[in-house]
């Protein structure tokens, strides 16, 4: 026989395996050579190995090997370090700490996945970090960007000299003022 295999996917578990020649009411299909059946498809297949072959009345053909991988890992959901803005710089930075390798991609907010876990000039908000290793996506981590601090105006202030009395003198700030 041929055969076409669906492999797991981080969301099931299982494959299936159909079938896809010959076909025919006159057949019965089977893997590892027992229970066959009418139908050329077999679902809700564990990982493994298994050995398909067709039957027409008593002549059963050869075995075509197939193999039903398994499901890959969804991977964790990440964690990260944020560093917000400051007076000096209106945008922030996520860098993911966890999950990292070769194998992993890195968004926020679910598209335009890329393979550094860095993220620059990240204007002020909520966002989603996600990771995915090939189809499979983590749950989400959500971070917030705080908006900066305005940078104080200028200050203004009175200022009292030294006199003959006094050696020193007073500074007081009258503008801005405030907790």
Not at 58 to 76: G, K, N, R
Request: charged share 10%.
């Amino acid at each position: 026989p041929t055969a076409n295999v669906t492999q797991p996917t981080c969301n099931s578990a299982t494959g299936t395996i159909q079938i896809t020649n010959p076909l025919g009411a006159q057949y019965e299909y089977s893997i590892n050579g027992s229970d066959y059946q009418s139908s050329s498809v077999f679902s809700n297949i564990a990982p493994g190995t298994y050995q398909l072959t067709v039957k027409e009345e008593d002549c059963v053909s050869l075995p075509l090997e197939v193999v039903i991988t398994a499901s890959p890992d969804i991977p964790q959901t990440p964690t990260a370090n944020i560093t917000q803005p400051t007076c000096n710089s209106a945008t922030g930075t996520i860098q993911i700490t966890n999950p990292l390798g070769n194998q992993y991609e890195y968004s926020i907010n679910g598209s335009d996945y890329q393979s550094s876990p860095v993220f620059s000039n990240i204007t002020p908000g909520t966002y989603q970090l996600t990771v995915k290793e090939e189809d499979c996506v983590s749950l989400p981590l959500e971070v917030v960007i705080i908006t900066s601090a305005d940078i104080p105006e200028a200050p203004t202030a009175n200022v009292t000299q030294p006199t003959c009395n006094s050696a020193t003198g007073t500074i007081q700030i009258t503008n801005p003022l405030g907790a």
